[in-house]
Structures are given as C-alpha cells and as structure tokens.
C-alpha cells in the first residue's frame, strides 16, 4: 500500500503515533491486540471489504515468512528431519508447532484439532477481531498466515483456508478449517 497508504491506515486506526515510529521488534508483548484489530478494521475500512481482505491476506503470509526466519530454527521445523516426513504429518506438526509458538510468546489462545478432512485451527483469544463486531469472518490475516505455512510446508502447494466461525460475528471461538488436500 506504500508509505502513504501505511500512514493513512494507521491514522484511520487511531495509531498516529506510530507512524515513522514501528513499536521494537521483540517479545516483552507490548504491542495491544486493541492496535492490532484496529489496524486490520482500519484496511476493510480504507480498500473496502475485498481490498482490505486482500491485503490482510498479504500480512498475514509476509508475518508467517518472517516469523518463520526468527523462530523457525528454534522450533526445530526448518530442520532436515522435519523436511523428510509424508506431507500430512508435516501439516498437522507444523500447525502445532505455530499454535505452540503462538501460546507461548503471545496472549493469543489457539487450539489444533484435526478430522478425516480438515485441520481445524481454532482462535479462542483473537487478536485479530478483538473488540469488533462484524456479519462476515474477519480474521484474514490469520487465513494469510495459515495459507503461507501450508504453502511452506508442502514445498509450494495450495490449500482451501476458509474462517468458517469467528468471535466477531459471535461465535465463542474463530475457527479456520483447512483442507487437507491441495488444491490441483
Ligand atoms: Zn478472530
């Protein structure tokens, strides 16, 4: 959205204050799920419905890529071991090992279930629609996010993510289903 698009959507968001200003990159959870909500309220509110969702999209692959290159050889899942095993073990490890990462480090709550079809990754602490109230599922970047590690994890294929239920619409939990099988 370049810098401007940046600066305006951080406005919109009431975040003013960061612009030129990023908060510091570590792990002493200082940075609001309130901030991070509105920033994503802030994009469907400026590129529309389908813009912002687009763009949420974007954030949340480019925060698994980098994610990936901070913890990633702490968790172990960059590791030639892990890279050896059949795809559908790599899915259900690696979406565990995210969820782990996610509990650990952060004040999000997420569970990892599976069944015959799909991985299910339920959100029950979301930072993501925190305090917003809307009449779709609005967690895209959590999708983006998911659509990223599965790209990475299965060496470049694609997967249906859909948010089937979230808090925002006033579900309990935001629950994303993935489905097992890529896309042709
Ligand atoms: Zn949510």
Request: net charge positive; with cysteine.
């Amino acid at each position: 959205m370049g810098r401007n698009g940046l600066n305006a959507v951080l406005n919109l968001a009431g975040l003013g204050h960061l612009i030129n200003n990023f908060p510091p990159n570590n792990l002493n959870n200082q940075f609001g799920f309130s901030a991070v909500s509105a920033i994503q309220q802030a994009l469907d509110s400026m590129y529309g419905p389908r813009g912002g969702r687009a763009l949420a999209h974007r954030a949340g692959r480019a925060t698994f890529k980098h994610g990936l290159k901070e913890f990633g050889p702490v968790l172990g899942i960059t590791d030639f071991a892990f890279r050896l095993f059949p795809v559908q073990t790599k899915l259900k490890i690696g979406f565990e090992v995210v969820a782990g990462t996610f509990n650990k480090f952060s004040d999000q709550r997420v569970r990892v279930e599976d069944d015959e079809t799909h991985i299910l990754w339920s959100i029950d602490r979301c930072p993501i629609c925190w305090s917003r109230k809307t009449t779709v599922p609005c967690c895209h970047l959590a999708v983006g996010l998911l659509q990223e590690a599965l790209y990475w994890v299965s060496g470049g294929k694609s997967f249906t993510v859909e948010e089937r239920d979230c808090i925002a619409c006033g579900a309990s939990s935001c629950l994303i289903a993935v489905d097992k099988r890529p896309l042709e």
